[in-house]
Structure formats: C-alpha cells, structure tokens
C-alpha cells in the first residue's frame, strides 16, 4: 500500500510496495516513483474534488508483473492505493480463453474436414484453415507414387491453389520424414533460409520459421503440412507447434479417410461394371431388349438380373437367363454375379435347360450362401421369318407371350427354385413367335409393386397382362420402357423391390417375292 496527497506526493509506503516500487519514498512525488498509469489515474481522482465515492479498479504493468491498483480516498483528500499483483491470474485467464479459442478451432476443423470425403477439398480447406489460424502461408503436400507431387498452397486471407510438382522431398529437412509418417522435426532444426523456391509464394518476402508436421492416416501417412512465418512475424512457440500437430492429426484422418473412400469408390465401380446388367440389342435376326431398376435410387445393383448369350455357332439358339435372387443389396449382388458366372461356364449345356439348373443347383448348395434363386431359361434361335422359343421356369413367374392378334397367355412351364432343395424339377416348352410378335420375361417386383389410388394394391399378374396386351407391334426397347413406366407411375415415391423385364421379339419382316414365281421368297428382318 502507498499513500499519496492530493498534489501526488507520497505520504507513506510500506514494505510490500517499496519492493515493487523501490524508489517510493515519503516525500517523493508520485509521478517519478510510479508508472504513468498509476500516476495519471491519482491526478484524475484528485482533480478538481476528491471523489471519496469511487471504486475504480485500474490494471497496469510494473517490472514485468501485472497489477490491480484499488483507490481509496482518504477525508484529507489524499488517496491509499492498494496494489494487487494479478499476474498469475491474468495468465490462468489468457491459457484458459487461448485453450478455448483452439478447442473451439480444432472443433470446426473436424466438422469442415469431415463434412465431405472429397480429397481435393479435404486438402484445400486444410490448407485455407491452417492459414487463418496457424501461419502466413500453409502447404498441403500428399504422398504419391510418381515423381511429381500434390501440393495445395494458401496465403492467409487467400484461396487455395494446386500444383502438381516435380520436386523431391527429401531436399527439405523433416518434409521427406513427414510423408513417410516419421515423428516430425522441431522447427527450431529447420533453416529458414534453406526453405526451397517451391515452398515460398511470390511475394511473400523472406521466411521467419518453418513447421513441417506428418498428417497421420490410418496405418500410412496422409501427407505433411507445411507452416511458414515471415521473418517479422513471431516464431512458432512449443506450444504452436503441439496445436499444429492436433490440427494435423484431425486433417489428415480426413484425408486419410476421403483417400479410402475414394479408392473404395473405384474398386466398387470396377465390380459394378461387371455385375450391371448388359445392353442388349439384336442378335442372330432376335431382337432383345432388358431394363433393370433396383430397389433403392442410391443403389445400382442388387438382387434381380439378367443376361443374353449369343450362340458360338451362327444359327445356334441364343440363350437367355433372368433371375431373382433372395434378398436385395450387395450381399445379394454378390450372389448374382456368382450365378451369372455359373451359368456362362455351363453354356455348352444350353440346349438342356434342366440339366443346366440341376448344376447350378448344386453349386449354390455347396457354396457359404444360405439364398435361393428363381430363374427363367429362354433359348431364341431364328427360323424363317420365326422365332423359335424353349423356355424352362424354377420357381419363377412363367414368361408372357404377346401374340399379334393382341392376346396375351403365360408360357405353360414350372419348376422348382434353385439352390434350397437337393433336387429340383423343371419342366421345357416350346413356342413360335411370329413377325411382330413377342416374350416378355420379367421379375416379381413389377407384379409385386403396391400402389395405385389406395397405396397398397399390388400391379398383379392381370394388370401386367392387360398392359401388354395394347403393346400389339411396338419393339422390344419399346415394350420394356412401357412395363417400367406404368411400374414406375404404379409406385409412385414408395418402396419397391428390384424390378428386371427382358423381351424377346421376332421382328417384322419384309417379303421378296419369288423370282420368276418359282423359288422361294425370303425375308428380311
């Protein structure tokens, strides 16, 4: 405590204030012995009244403490001055409120970096919140495979930008280390001055400190982030550096993950190219036409499919199969392209659908699946100006025959399903399609559809019946797009199952007449 008169000059000071203000002495006057602030705020209390009122409380330095002045006003107009040192509470207050404004930071981080599973934006905006926060300019470099490396650089207050350079690594200190996945280097190992042309943005003057830091993946390097300070700006502290590495730790999981997805990404389209099913289009004077649509808009692939397989002989029938597997998804998918598979190594079978079933029966009850398959066999050979049918159904809906007369009747065959009994039975027919006339195979998710006015009707085999009953003469393109269009209109925005149409056309024909009335006159297609 010190006390001091209304002309600022010092009345008392005791022993705890003469060692923060060893100069203080009765007598002295208050402005030489005290900072400028302490003094200045006496004059103002003192001028032109004492205020005996006041409960101001002033916060100052003095050699380096922080300090809280509390004045009191004496009835002889003379002020006590009780001063408080506040430093280690300051300082608690600063850590706490800098620990939030990082937590805070590193949350945002998390849900910036998480909110997509790009890796082009998951680098950029790693780099565009690293410049804000962290340093004057911030690399985002990814590992790669080639000579040429991902760099993604932003100025504070700038956009990032992507380059791919010919540089390597390694010629910088801690950085070939960081993409490796190596502890990172301290920054006070690294020169500013051997930070190479590549790293430092024009204009950006000379480089003060350097951070280079790993971004930890899963298992494997996600790359390194690269922080650089000018030369007027502070240097990286130890305690930067940690929270640079937190930052780093939470961008490169992003990445990492975003790097997965998209590898994921590609391998699934790799495998969905083979299980699609296939465009089909004339073959052997047939005309084939097929449509798929899964069960859920996200998905491409699930439980139904079909195939068509060209005869190795010209003239030979052309084999066609469409299935419904149990279940919908990837798990059934995957049971599809087995069948599938299956079937095409038994395609020197096909002239005997039943034995063609009866091994593919056995093979899905010898494999690790515990799902059954309902299948149709159609084998198409043109004759003429015909087409010749067999047909054979497990357990699937019979095939419908649109005739030109504009009736429509289930092909007569049945059978058991595949891959639940040990034996399976299925019985062939034949049929003939005329010019203009068609065979419709198709799965139970268009009968099966609910919708219609009340929301729970099913499609049902009738209504299919009637609908193809008025597609008398369209093509095969035609026919198919006309089943899944009234499905689709049946449905409305409801749940479905997978919905699969294969149709079967002998096409209109033009007739040559005889030449010289005698031979016999052909036709074409």
């Known amino acids: 405590m010190l006390i001091a008169d209304s002309r600022g000059v010092l009345v008392r000071c005791n022993d705890a204030a003469g060692l923060i203000l060893p100069a203080a002495t009765p007598g002295a006057s208050l402005t030489d012995v005290a900072p400028s602030w302490l003094s200045a705020a006496h004059t103002r209390l003192g001028s032109p009244a004492p205020r005996a009122d006041t409960e101001e409380t002033l916060r100052g330095t003095i050699a380096g403490r922080r300090y809280e002045a509390h004045p009191t006003v004496r009835d002889d107009g003379s002020v006590a001055w009780w001063l408080v040192d506040d430093t280690d509470h300051q300082l608690a ?155 780093a730790a939470r961008a490169g999981a992003a990445m990492s993950a975003a790097r997965l997805y998209a590898e994921q990404t590609a391998i699934t389209d790799v495998l969905m190219r083979e299980l699609m099913p296939p465009a089909l289009h004339q073959i052997s004077g047939v005309d084939f036409a097929g449509s798929y649509r899964p069960s859920a808009d996200h998905e491409r692939i699930g439980g139904d499919f079909y195939d068509v397989h060209p005869a190795a002989v010209e003239g030979e029938a052309s084999l066609v199969s469409l299935g419904d597997v149990c279940g919908k998804g990837l798990e059934a998918a995957v049971l599809t392209g087995k069948i599938r598979n299956t079937l095409h190594a038994l395609l020197p079978l096909a002239d005997d659908h039943s034995r063609m079933l009866g091994l593919l029966n056995t093979a899905l009850l010898n494999s690790h699946h515990a799902r059954f398959v309902t299948l149709v066999l159609a084998s198409a050979r043109r004759r003429g100006n015909q087409v010749d049918l067999a047909l054979t159904s497990a357990g699937h809906p019979s095939p419908l025959i649109i005739r030109a007369d504009g009736t429509v009747h289930e092909a007569d065959t049945r059978g058991t399903l595949v891959g639940a009994l040990p034996a399976i039975t299925a019985a062939t027919v034949t049929e003939s399609l005329a010019p203009g006339e068609s065979c419709v195979l198709y799965t139970d998710g268009i009968t099966e559809a609910k919708g219609g006015p009340m929301g729970d009707d099913l499609f049902g085999d009738e209504r299919l019946k009637r609908a193809l009953a008025g597609c008398v003469g369209m093509p095969a393109e035609g026919i198919v797009e006309h089943v899944q269009m009234l499905a689709a209109q049946w449905l409305g925005d409801r749940r479905h199952d997978d919905m699969a149409v294969v149709v079967i056309s002998a096409p209109r024909t033009h007739h040559l007449s005889a030449v010289n009335g005698h031979t016999r006159g052909r036709f074409t297609a």
Do not use: Y
């Not at 939030?100 to 919140?129: P, Y």
């Not at 990032?160 to 950085?175: Q, T």
């Open 93 to 247: 207050k600063e850590a706490l409120l800098m620990e939030r404004e990082r937590t805070a930071f590193l949350a945002k981080a998390s849900n910036v970096l998480l909110s997509s599973l790009n890796l082009g934006r998951c680098m950029d905006v790693t780099a565009q919140l690293a410049a804000e926060s962290l340093a004057d300019v911030a690399l985002v470099i990814a590992p790669s495979r080639s000579s040429r490396l991902p760099v993604v650089t932003c100025l504070r207050g700038g956009t990032p930008v992507l380059a791919d350079m010919s540089v390597d690594p390694d010629d910088v200190p801690g950085l070939g280390e960081a993409l490796r996945g190596f502890p990172p280097v301290p920054s006070r190992w690294i020169d500013p001055a051997a930070a190479p042309a590549w790293m430092v943005p024009e204009g950006l003057g000379p480089v003060g400190s350097i951070v280079i830091t790993p971004l930890p993946g899963h298992g494997v390097s996600a790359g390194a982030l690269v922080l650089l300070r000018k030369a007027e700006t502070d240097s990286f502290s130890s305690e930067e550096e940690v929270f640079a590495r937190l930052f």
